[in-house]
């Protein structure tokens, strides 16, 4: 295994990411759209925060920056007590494979390989040899209630288990961040209640934070707390959707 | 991560054989074209082959090749033989004529007259006959890819009466023979018989092969008989590379073969290309995920680069078993005889298969490099 740095060594407060007059501006043509408004937020650890808001008003903007993968032009974001945009870029990467794990809307596992090293792939990453990675991915497989998919290729999946794949592959290196974009926006509303409560359950601890972008008022209740974006700015910071919405 | 990047590959077994096809059919092209190539100007120099005693050739100061040849006085002999250094010489004489089959079939050939006394200037081994069989009047060999084109194969020749310059000519052995370029039947007699064999002319004598004395090169003989008789002299591996050269500069053979090996390289950068784009595209979003996860590009650059090495490897080593196939199953053609795949052919069709990879996988590498992690919440 490749040697861990643990950049995020220490912890400030309680915040897990604390991000400070975040602006992104996009280029179109010669134009320069800005989508993001020098934005102030803190995720705190031990909580399920969303990020909620129309398509358009800059929530997965806002999250890829948080995480460490798209830069802001301008404002720090701070992970874990990390300043992650002072860091040069193999240390960025690096920090994401050791402090975050992921989860996206299309999965987006790899589908020639089975289950259990879909969810291994952050291990492995991380230099683990694959057949220890994929048995410490099936002990995640079974805590997700789909043990026996383990050999099974993505396609033979039904969406909510591909999902749970997701899960353990964004868990299996034991992230203090696990960022989710939409994850429950291919499901029907049970699964989708499932799939919370899995997260909850998996991914919300003490020293972690959970980000999940949605706009799916079906699990809105599920929320420690909700950030509302809209054109670029944090309309609403609270415990619950403002009645307004 | 490179056990990702292989499974990946496979995983997709239509794009995966695609890809092989490509590498595959690119090398068997250039390798195969190759192979012809090197063994049929080869040929230019079958002559030169087919007399493996003879350590120097000498002929008149026009002559070019075995087969491009002005025929000297037979006191040329005489004068070779006198030059120091020089341990045996004979005549040799070489020269177009038509015969007669018994079907009154004309056919144009090679009349080779070889050494009366000592038979040097034949080809060292028979396919059937006796070489001693050559002293008996009226007697010839045939090369044995001419016994082929012009009988057939399997029809045995030995007992044949060929009619020459009026002469006749009885078959009485089958020559085993590197064939000529043009592939002309080769018939073998005595030089005096030869002599009756083809059209008068006042000279005749179209070599004179050379056997130096211990402690001699032939290089240092060959410069002897230069000065001391004003003959041309080549040492056989001069007179073999004058052969080939003979053929790339007076035949479009490199151009066709060259214009088929380069085609072999586009057809191949298409297909690798094509494929391996595909192939990255259909992927971008797990690489793209993977990036965000925590994978370098460094690390990337090295799955893609795995990725091309295994088609690489497993597609050249499919074209060169092809070729390999391909001369093998051809070998019983009069046209492939001796056919072999020259050492430095692999070497070449590898570097063409490394450069076709090179070239793909920079291309298919920069979507992927350009692709923002970022991309993937999109």
Redesign the interface.
Known sequence: MSEPVNIAAKVEGENAISARQIARDFQTGQTSIRVLHGIDADIRSGEMTFVVGESGSGK??L??IMCG??WPTEGDVKVFGTDIYSLSD?EL??????N?G?I???Y??????DAA?NAA??L??QGMD?EPAREKAKELLERLNIADQADK?PNQLSGGQQQRVAIA?ALVHEPRLVVC?EPTAALDASSGRRVMDLLREVAVAPDRACII?THDNRIFDLADRILVLEDGRITHDGTEMPADH | MLWIAIRMLTGDAQKFYGLLFGIGFSTLLITQQLTIFVNLIERGASGVFNAPEAEVWVMDPVSRTTDVSYAMPSTALDEVRSVQGVEWAVPHLRSAASVRTKDGDLEQVAIIGVDDATLIGLPANMVQGDKRLLRQPDTVFISDGGAINMFGAGYDVIGERLELNDQRALIVGITDTIPAFTSTAELYTTYSRALNFVPGARNRLSFVLVGVSDGESPAAVADRIEDRTGLKAETREQLAQAGVDFIVENTGIPTNFGITVILGFVVGVAIVGLTFSLFIRDNIKQFGALKAIGVTNAKIVRMVAVQAGMVGAVGYALGVIGTAVFIWAFSGNPFFKGFYIAWQIPLISLGAVILILAITGWLALRSVLSTEPASVFR
């Open positions: 997965t903007t999250i890829s993968i798209l193999s990467v690096n920090f994401r494979l050791q975050i992921f996206f809307q299309q987006n596992l790899i589908p020639s390989i090293a792939v952050p492995i990453a694959v290729l592959r974009d972008v």
